[in-house]
């Protein structure tokens, strides 16, 4: 979806607790995921930001506070 001009992505989760199990594969930096012995590495295209409330996760790529 589109705000204010820039895309932002968001993911609706069955509940908060596999919400939160996912939003724990991402690395503090924001750049790479990791689900056990998997890891996968993002080249995002600007600075990521991750915003999570109740059951959803919203993220956004770019530079506007």
Known sequence: MTVDGSTIHGFEFA???????EA?????DGYSLRDG???MC?????PPHFYK????IV???GDDD
């Open 59 to 61: 993220i956004y790529v």
């Open 15 to 21: 509940d908060e607790d596999a919400m939160e199990r």
């Open 37 to 39: 012995n998997r890891m």
């Open 24 to 28: 724990s594969y991402v690395r503090p």
């Open 53 to 56: 409330a109740g059951r959803i």
């Open 42 to 46: 993002i080249g995002w295209i600007g």
